[in-house]
């Protein structure tokens, strides 16, 4: 009985509709000039799926760190929207996001893993989830390496004792219970799982590993920060250890040894060849039961990373390295292509939704870019925007950042807002009103700092040729535009 008044629930929301089933992977961390997009990592299983689908080659996060791009790109909002730039802070419950708008329309919805980082990815999960028996919301942990943490650290460890490979397995399970009830009821299916790697600790079986052997991995050309660039743009964030544990330290102005980055470089690669693995296996099980041609598939992270560039490892800043992100879905009955178009992870959630024929989400920031799928060298934005907060400065941009995770936002001393355009990325860092939560927009001296960086001839294969000289000084009209259009912009969003 129950399954027949589903069955009838999800016919109703998908009458008249091809109601196509979702699947939707997260990675963490993962870069965008990667496999597919140019560098060395080895993604056959990704390669392999952007030959189907739409690759967004300029997609961008709203904020790189974790937990609030994951609470910005789920729920389709800016973090100013709902003040969340931190590991404290959440957008409303009664906030909808990308998995509920499909529970609302009738689809069956499966989470798995790092959608969202609070709640071990299950935050607000009656709204969001279905969670039937047997299939609750399955949380993620992090992985652990003998001498390594979520700060840093790297190991070769068997399957079974990392966790996103319990995460496939598991995953696995829930889709196919998922295509068999789509098979017997009709009812189409969200299922979405969010792998940890390569979120350090970088934990990858010796299989994959030994996928590197022979393969020349060279440092970042500009190892250090440039003299041009304002300290405040900089923040030690990631704790370089090789697998024995030892450590090495680096700065600003000094790198580790050139065999250090080799061998960090290495194992990040062998986690994101780890990730491409688990998504090869789920790609293969929609093949064996005859649903892929029936299912969007989606693809991205929720930010990017750097790996040695200006002598900085990790995320949390405003360069391109972090803030672009590698995104491709794969549509039935849509052309495979490639875009150039500048887009946004906001915008997933109303793009998802009218490629599935569901009502657009009301209220959100991000737009319905399902344009570009058949049209995909229209450019639908021209500008896409970012934001990261700074503290313990000291008062003055003159000095490197601290994290800013679990800093009350009323703490921060500064914020830097960013935009990229077709041939520049823009940043100013401005003094954080911490009584209002808003910047103060008429700041002079040290109590603010401008970035300015050219992108002509970038084709997103090679970042360590761009965001190395700070040109703000040199090409002041273009700063200026710039600076007018990031505050008018914030100012209104």
Avoid at 30 to 50: C, E, F, H, I, S
Avoid at 61 to 74: D, E, K, L, N
Avoid at 240 to 261: A, Q
Avoid at 315 to 342: C, H, Q, W, Y
């Amino acid at each position: 009985m129950l399954a027949a008044l589903v069955a009838a629930g999800a016919l109703a929301a998908c009458s008249g509709r091809s109601c196509k089933n979702v699947l939707y992977i997260l990675a963490d961390d993962l870069r965008a000039d990667l496999g597919v997009y140019g560098q060395p990592a080895l993604t056959p299983n990704l390669d392999k799926l952007a030959k189907d689908s739409l690759v967004f080659g300029r997609a961008y996060c709203q904020i790189s760190v974790c937990a609030p791009s994951r609470m910005s790109f789920m729920t389709g909002h800016r973090p100013d929207t709902y003040q969340v730039w931190n590991f404290i802070d959440t957008v409303p419950l009664t906030t909808q996001s990308t998995p509920g708008h499909f529970k609302d329309n009738g689809y069956l919805t499966l989470g798995l893993g790092k959608a969202f980082h609070q709640a071990g990815g299950a935050w607000n999960a009656d709204k969001y989830w279905d969670q039937p028996d047997g299939y609750p919301y399955y949380k993620y942990t992090a992985n652990s390496c003998p001498h390594g943490n979520e700060g840093g650290g790297e190991c070769t460890e068997v399957d079974d004792k990392i966790y996103d490979w319990h995460l496939r397995t598991t995953a696995l399970t829930y889709l196919q219970y998922a295509m068999s009830n789509r098979n017997k009821t009709g009812q189409p299916f969200y299922v979405s799982v969010g792998f940890r790697d390569p979120h350090a600790p970088w934990a990858a079986p010796k299989r994959i590993q030994d996928l590197y052997n022979g393969v020349e991995i060279a440092p970042a050309k500009n190892k250090v920060l440039d003299s041009s660039i304002p300290l405040i743009a900089w923040s030690s964030q990631l704790a370089l250890k090789l697998e024995n544990g030892t450590g090495f330290g680096f700065g600003y102005d000094h790198s580790p040894p050139d065999w250090v980055v080799e061998d960090q470089r290495r194992h990040y690669y062998a986690a994101a060849s780890y990730t491409d693995e688990h998504v090869g296996d789920l790609i293969n099980a929609l093949h064996s039961a005859g649903q892929y041609d029936d299912t969007i598939v989606v693809f991205h992270t929720d930010h990017g990373y750097m790996l040695g560039e200006h002598s900085y490892w990790e995320k949390k800043n405003n360069f391109d390295p972090t803030v672009r992100v590698p995104m491709m879905i794969k549509v039935p009955g849509k052309k495979p292509a490639r875009t150039e178009s500048l887009t946004e992870l906001i915008d997933v959630f109303p793009t998802l939704a009218s490629l599935a024929d569901l009502p657009a989400p009301e209220g959100v920031d991000g737009m319905d870019v399902s344009a570009l799928f058949d049209n995909p060298k229209h450019a639908v934005k021209q500008a896409a925007y970012h934001q990261y907060p700074a503290c313990n400065m000291h008062g003055t941009t003159n000095h490197t950042r601290a994290g800013c995770n679990n800093a009350k936002r009323g703490t921060f001393d500064f914020m830097g807002y960013s935009v990229r355009v077709d041939l520049w990325r823009y940043t100013v860092w401005v003094p954080w009103d911490g009584d209002k939560l808003v910047p103060v927009w008429d700041a002079t001296g040290n109590q603010t700092a401008e970035e300015l960086y050219s992108h002509e001839g970038d084709d997103g294969t090679d970042f360590d040729a761009f965001e190395n000289v700070n040109m703000a000084t040199t090409h002041p009209d273009v700063a200026s535009q710039l600076r007018a259009q990031v505050k008018d912009f914030f100012t209104k969003h």
